[in-house]
């Protein structure tokens, strides 16, 4: 992990971090449903005669933007590849600033494409997010770079998580967008990893950092054996009283978990493969969709309403309705006033009474379907692969189109492409393809917003402890050194009780480590060590990894190793 700034330390566990409409830090909008509460926003422009276009941008991308503070945020791949088509591999990846008013662009960051095959057309894939308390921006880069920028690109923080999580390269780029809960930031990805994280591996792991200094607070492995890598990007709701962050599973299952703690709460299994569409919730159903074989009939892809209310495996329990045989594995939905919007990856645009599941209407955007719908105004703006972006105008009868605008591309011939969804931020709309970036807006309107609604009440759990988390969850040690915990207390609906004082009791697999009241402290050893560190709470324990190399140099030549043994910073030291 390297190091170069520790922002101030602070809990932010029972307020929720503000929300503005003027700003789009997640690529989903405030809510994470693609819903914004904006008004008077344009329903018609024209890029040749510069109609409601207010600036564009030829640095382009394949993910969603977001709009914090007014600065536009995109990471994305360079431009260094497009002159030569022979060149597979793209060489740097970047994070582009602009300024959200005049398209100027800020500052940029541009990195090395490292330890992942990845094409140069899926560079960039996971959209950046925003921290609407600190002012903070994150990305996930293709090759497992997650990074902490303040506004101005200040690394503050970073980790390799291919070297020091085990994480494993998408197929094909496929790279999870991270969120921020609280004082949390969370990714998620396939990691072959040591110690509980990730048993039996590989596992889909969630990773939840402190959004501020990036200790590692949490993980959580809900699934089962893997059947793909996915980016399928969770979100954090309440349901029947409990924080819940729920998200698709690269086992073909999607799963809520506890989004304070990382406890499991309950899981449906759906398909053979992964998931990647992001799941969206109206009171407590959940919905999601995929594109790939059912796992109890000869279907291809479902539409799948979940009550959201159980525990344990509800795959046979809690479905409320399905719809099989449609193909919608990589736009995710969005419910509004009781319709349920689909994007089929045949490029048709389905409406469905959320409720029941009875199918509404169907319009076509195009042939292919990949970016997902954004709600705004009362109208939906939705963008199809091959360049066509479309201003609708929904009711649960019909769609009328507004607008409808094909783009060409600048660099080859043919049509622009598009993976990503709009972006809407302070009466502007934000399109991004993969040629350029697009802001619409129609000056002739004042903006506005409605005001955005709450989340759900949450139920306490008494005042009894439920749960124990020790922070940091993982920490290394080279030389001699110590490492200061914490240890937060939950109640039984996960909600964070308070700090509490504790027994530290190293295990004798990292004998090197002594606890001297709420440190490890680490004086020397000749050979590398891994293991765990409890904290007592009474009855209560929970547990947390360490990982001890010597000082100087040394190496792991395998050469005293038999059979399957392997160094001892590598088992499963629980």
């Not at 949390?184 to 509980?196: A, E, F, H, P, Q």
């Not at 309403?305 to 344990?312: F, Q, R």
């Not at 105004?377 to 605008?405: F, Q, W």
């Amino acid at each position: 992990m390297k190091l170069t700034h520790l922002a101030g330390i602070g809990l932010c566990l029972l307020v929720a971090t503000a929300v503005s409409a003027g700003d789009w830090a997640h690529w989903r909008g405030p809510e994470m449903n693609g819903i914004s509460r904006e008004t008077n926003l344009a329903d018609s422009w024209d890029l040749e005669s510069k109609k409601n276009v207010k600036w564009v941008s030829e640095i382009g991308g394949r993910s969603t933007p977001i709009v914090l503070n007014g600065r536009v945020y995109l990471n994305c791949r360079t431009a260094d590849d497009v002159a030569d088509p022979k060149q597979l591999i793209n060489a740097q990846e970047q994070v582009v600033c602009w300024d959200a008013e005049t398209g100027k662009v800020l500052w940029t960051d541009k990195f090395n494409v490292f330890q992942t095959d990845i094409p140069a057309p899926r560079v960039g894939w996971a959209s950046m997010v925003g921290d609407t308390e600190t002012g903070n921006v994150y990305m996930h880069s293709v090759s497992g770079i997650f990074r902490c920028y303040n506004p101005d690109g200040k690394v503050l923080w970073e980790y390799s998580l291919f070297e020091e999580y085990g994480k494993i390269s998408g197929y094909g780029g496929r790279t999870q967008t991270p969120i921020i809960d609280e004082d949390r930031v969370i990714v998620s990805y396939l990691t072959l990893n040591w110690g509980k994280t990730a048993v039996p591996p590989p596992k889909q792991t969630y990773y939840a950092f402190d959004k501020k200094t990036g200790k590692l607070l949490w993980t959580s492995a809900p699934g089962g054996k893997p059947y793909d890598t996915n980016y399928s990007c969770p979100i954090v709701t309440v349901i029947d009283g409990k924080r819940m962050l729920i998200g698709g599973n690269s086992d073909g299952g999607i799963y809520a978990i506890n989004a304070r703690t990382g406890e499991s709460i309950w899981g449906f299994r759906m398909s053979k493969r992964g998931l990647n569409a992001s799941a969206v919730t109206d009171g407590k159903l959940v919905f999601i969709s995929h594109g790939e074989d059912n796992i109890d009939n000869a279907a291809f892809g479902r539409v799948q309403c979940i009550d959201a209310t159980g525990t344990g495996d509800v795959t046979e329990s809690h479905s409320v309705w399905r719809v099989d045989d449609i193909k919608a594995g990589y736009g995710s939905l969005l419910v509004k006033d009781d319709i349920l919007y689909v994007i089929t990856d045949s490029g048709k645009l389905l409406a469905f009474d959320a409720p029941t599941g009875k199918r509404l209407w169907e319009h076509t955007l195009g042939t292919v379907g990949k970016g997902s719908p954004v709600w705004a105004d009362g109208k939906l703006y939705v963008m199809e692969v091959n360049g066509n972006i479309h201003i609708l105008k929904p009711s649960r009868e019909k769609c009328a189109t507004l607008s409808h605008v094909q783009l060409l591309a600048t660099e080859a011939e043919g049509t622009d492409e598009i993976y990503g969804s709009p972006a809407i931020a302070n009466g502007k709309i934000y399109f991004c393809t993969r040629d350029r970036l697009i802001c619409i807006s129609d000056e002739k309107k004042k903006p506005g917003s409605d005001p955005i609604p709450p989340l759900a009440p949450e139920k306490s759990g008494g005042d009894e402890i439920a749960t124990l988390r020790l922070i940091p969850y993982e920490a290394r040690v080279t030389g001699s050194g110590s490492i200061d915990y914490e240890c937060r207390a939950y109640d039984k609906n996960g909600r964070f009780l308070k700090k509490v004082d504790f027994e530290l009791q190293p295990q004798e697999n990292i004998s090197a480590g002594k606890a001297q009241g709420n440190k490890l402290v680490f004086e020397g050893a000749d050979k590398e060590q891994g293991g765990v560190v409890i904290a007592k709470v009474g009855d209560l324990t929970t547990s947390a990894r360490v990982r001890y190399f010597p000082a100087g140099t040394w190496k792991w030549d395998f050469n005293n190793y038999k059979g399957k043994q392997v160094p001892p910073t590598w088992i499963n030291a629980f």
